[in-house]
Nanobody, 123 residues
């Protein structure tokens, strides 16, 4: 059974940093695109960053220059390094594995999802 387990969320002051991890088990995703999404209360799920199987990355304009996505295929783990956090970054963050080898901003293209980890940034 495939499982994605996120960790690393928490409460941090504005300007602080967090690193999220997403450990996958049940199968390897070396040939799959992966991504981070987030969802704030009352808002739609938002694409934050994606990484292809060839390690090509993309981050949304709202987090560009502050967030970095990476993956370690040997550990079957996805990461999101977040710096200079802002209160508007507060959300539940989800990792996801695409049915394709590339990432997509369309959450319908993802077959596997983690349970989410809360990130709260205080002002």
């Amino acid at each position: 059974q495939v499982q994605l387990v996120e960790s690393g969320g928490g409460l941090v002051q504005a300007g602080g940093s967090l690193r999220l991890s997403c450990a996958a088990s049940g199968r390897t995703f070396i040939n799959s695109g992966m991504a981070w999404f987030r969802q704030a209360p009352g808002k739609e799920r938002e694409f934050v960053a994606g990484i292809s199987w060839t390690f090509h990355t993309y981050v949304a304009d709202s987090v560009k220059g502050r967030f970095i996505i990476s993956r370690d295929n040997a550990k079957n783990t996805l990461y999101l390094q977040m710096r200079s956090l802002k209160p508007e970054d507060t959300a539940v963050y989800y990792c996801a594995v695409s049915r394709d080898s590339d990432y997509s901003s369309d959450y319908g293209r993802y077959d596997y999802w983690g349970q989410g980890t809360q990130v709260t940034v205080s002002s």
